[in-house]
Nanobody
Framework: VQLQASGGGLVQPGGSLRLSCAASGFTLNYYYVGWFRQAPEKEREWVSSMRMDDGSTYYSDSAKGRFTISRDNAKDTIYLQMTGLTPDDTATYYC?????????????????WGQGTLVTVSS
């Protein structure tokens, strides 16, 4: 059971980036899948989640209007399309999956975690 996050990198302010999170060893179909991020010297925070069985999406205030979570069921992969990036978005981004998620922003509700991918927004 593994989640593999990828797609991070260096991007200029105002730019865009798409992160991917691929599952192996299990299917995401019945999970909530979320993206979290941790900036240097800050606590990890929730960014966005999707309920995979019906496609419901959820966004933090900082992500709303700029980020879009989407899925490819055939590939057991979710994506986080990020636009309008600012230096405040610089962080390591993690994907996570949980079967019973009562609160989408609660990290302890997610039992599987990927290794993280670094996003740096800088000119």
């Amino acid at each position: 059971v593994q989640l593999q996050a990828s797609g991070g990198g260096l991007v200029q302010p105002g730019g865009s980036l798409r992160l991917s999170c691929a599952a192996s060893g299990f299917t995401l179909n019945y999970y909530y899948v979320g993206w979290f991020r941790q900036a240097p010297e800050k606590e990890r925070e929730w960014v966005s989640s999707m309920r995979m069985d019906d496609g419901s999406t959820y966004y933090s205030d900082s992500a709303k209007g700029r980020f879009t979570i989407s899925r490819d069921n055939a590939k057991d992969t979710i994506y986080l399309q990020m636009t309008g990036l600012t230096p405040d978005d610089t962080a390591t981004y993690y994907c996570a999956a949980g079967i019973v998620v009562l609160q989408v922003g609660l990290q302890s509700d997610y039992e599987h975690w990927g290794q993280g991918t670094l996003v740096t927004v800088s000119s």
